[in-house]
């Protein structure tokens, strides 16, 4: 399974950026789909997630500001950022949650895309 993300830049403060990753690959079925980020010298952090039935979570730094969207049906996710703040700079990545033949769940990370954010 291969992830593919892609819209990370330099916006200034207040802008907007859209993320986009697909997957790919062998896919028997992807229960959730999200982001996560990592700024310099800090833990990945949980972002927003989006489950196969629609529910969502968000991270409550970016509620209200960031809006994340799937489809199921092309396996992708996107995460639209607003109102972007010099604390959201960092490399953003995708996750995959995905239910195999064995019954077990696995995780898959995209390759990170930079954001950075400049006030």
């Known amino acids: 399974v291969q992830l593919q993300a892609s819209g990370g830049g330099l916006v200034q403060a207040g802008g907007s950026l859209t993320l986009s990753c697909a997957a790919s690959g062998s896919i028997l079925k992807i229960s959730a789909m999200g982001w996560y980020r990592q700024a310099p010298g800090k833990e990945r952090e949980f972002v927003a997630r989006?489950?196969?039935?629609?529910?969502?979570n968000y991270a409550d730094s970016v509620k209200g500001r960031f809006t994340i969207s799937r489809d199921n049906a092309e396996n992708t996710v996107s995460l639209q950022m607003n109102s972007l703040k010099s604390e959201d700079t960092a490399v953003y990545y995708c996750?995959?949650?995905?239910?195999?033949?064995?019954?077990?769940?696995?995780?898959?990370w995209g390759q990170g895309t930079q954001v950075t954010v400049s006030s």
């Open positions: 996750n995959v949650k995905m239910l195999k033949s064995d019954a077990n769940v696995y995780d898959y």
């Open positions: 989006i489950f196969d039935v629609g529910y969502i």
